[in-house]
């Protein structure tokens, strides 16, 4: 189930809040400029199926984002437990990185969490099939996968090297508590 607890970044102790609903989300993540919002996501994936064949069950959801937001291109990262380096991927993105664009994503199976920096707050959002998240452009965050990852999520980019990580230096992510579904 999607969630979000919003912590202080110093130091994280008790949650400030949880919330559960989706409109709820949507209302706490949007002073900071996070678009939330659910969408379609009920087409299930087979085993094998790969970046086509996940655009392609989702081909009407991916149009409609694309038109409004004047994405250019759309891919889908699908993590499984059993990838190689799944290791090492999470770590790379449990470090505090920005992005020089929006990251938008639609998470169409399985979850994930985004931790995203702002406003003296961490805001720990747990994204689950059907979450459509857009983090701002310039936005400190990371992203815990969980230990056995499995998801699969489409993103959207407005240029191919817009997703390109800028990573903060900050151990910030160490002082929080790590995803585990």
């Known amino acids: 189930m999607s969630n979000l607890t919003i912590y202080r970044e110093h130091p994280p102790a008790e949650p400030l809040g949880v919330f559960t609903e989706p409109a709820d989300i949507a209302r706490e993540l949007a002073p900071i400029g996070v678009r939330f ?14 970046q086509d064949a996940v655009l ?47 990251e938008s ?25 059907g979450d459509l998240i857009r983090v701002p452009e310039g936005m400190k965050h990371w992203f815990d996968m969980g230990p056995a990852p499995l998801f699969a999520a489409i993103r959207f980019f407005i240029r191919p090297d817009g997703w390109v990580g800028h990573f903060t230096g900050e151990t910030i992510a160490e002082r929080f508590p790590k995803y585990a579904p």
């Open 105 to 129: 994503r639609i998470m169409v199976e399985g979850s994930g969490c985004f931790y995203l920096r702002a406003q003296g707050k961490v805001f720990q959002v747990v994204c689950t099939r």
């Open 56 to 102: 392609a069950a989702y081909q009407a959801v991916v149009d409609a984002e694309k038109k409004a937001r004047g994405y250019n291109t759309v891919d889908v990262v699908r993590i499984r437990p059993d990838v190689d380096n799944v290791a090492q991927a999470r770590q790379k993105f449990l470090s505090e990185h920005t992005h020089s664009e929006d």
């Open 37 to 50: 919002e659910r969408v379609d996501a009920s087409v299930a994936l087979p085993d094998g199926a790969g």
